[in-house]
């Protein structure tokens, strides 16, 4: 009989100190169980020397990104003239034909992973505004994957499911989410197909399109509640909480808030759940 798996995973480790604590408090004094660090963040020498000897049981892997921050590698067409990143998942999306350009790119990303790969053993990758999600780049990440014995790569099919709360589902940000939703979900039967072929390991479900922004015990509860009756398939929730210091009405902030909310967790173990890190997966 198989068991259904939840895991909890933060991404943004290492991009600032607000994100650093919060990652430390979640796994120390909450149910967080896995983070994803960002090679080129400005707090990554501070999560990898204060935050990871203080946080042992967590699972780490590596966060790529072309978003922001100063590149590692010579990447003319992935940055500006001073090497830093500002691309979004739609020009990646238009220019993945380009083979130069996935060239950079993949250049770009082993020299992360082997920042990362220096001071932890990543158990899985995922990637900022999920550009790791467009097939031509997931192919290119598989092959990482593989190179450097990592089993684990995220995938993006998530249910469509409405939360009970209408703030959010009147926030601008929802239209978009559901647009964003459609899209990953038709790459994922692709690029699942590459997952099996490169002999790697995913995800059955994510948590975090429909609503990302907006992440909170309510939307996290309602889409555990929509998935399969069925055991034996993992969900992974995706959030970026920062440092409870930080507005109380900030969705990072509600975010750790979530990491700790001890009702949650209960209410995740009742529903058939084992709350586990990639480690278990």
């Known amino acids: 009989m198989g068991v259904k798996k939840f895991i909890l995973n933060s991404d943004k480790f290492g991009v600032s100190q607000d994100y650093n604590r919060a990652i430390l408090n979640g796994c120390n004094t909450g149910f967080l169980r896995s983070a994803s660090l960002t090679a080129n963040g400005a707090a990554f020498d501070a999560a990898v020397n204060e935050i990871l000897p203080e946080c042992q049981k967590i699972s780490v892997g590596v966060h790529l990104n072309l978003s922001f921050g100063k590149s590692l590698t010579r990447a003319d067409l992935l940055t500006d003239e001073v090497g830093n990143f500002n691309l979004n998942f739609l020009y990646l999306l238009f220019k993945a034909s380009n083979r130069e350009l996935l060239a950079q790119i993949e250049k770009e990303f082993r020299a992360q992973i082997e920042k990362v790969a220096g001071f932890v053993k990543p158990l899985h990758i995922d990637s900022e505004a999920n550009i790791h999600a467009i097939p031509a780049i997931f ?95 993992v969900v992974e929730a995706i959030i970026n909480p920062a440092s409870y210091l930080r507005n109380i009405n900030d969705s990072h902030s509600k975010e750790f808030k979530l990491t700790q909310d001890r009702l949650l967790e209960d209410t995740i173990y009742r529903m058939g759940y084992e709350i586990l890190s990639h480690k278990g997966c």
């Open 139 to 233: 192919e290119i990440v598989c092959k990482l994957a593989k190179e450097f014995n990592i089993p684990y790569v995220r995938t993006h099919f998530e249910e469509f499911y409405v939360v009970p709360d209408l703030k959010s589902n009147l926030s601008l940000r929802y239209p978009f989410n559901i647009i964003k939703l459609i899209v990953l979900n038709i790459f994922t039967m692709k690029n699942r197909k590459l997952i099996k072929e490169y002999g790697l390991k995913t995800n059955d479900y994510i948590l975090g399109v429909t609503y990302g922004g907006m992440m909170s015990n309510k939307t996290l509860e309602a889409g555990l509640k929509t998935l399969s009756d069925e055991d034996d398939f």
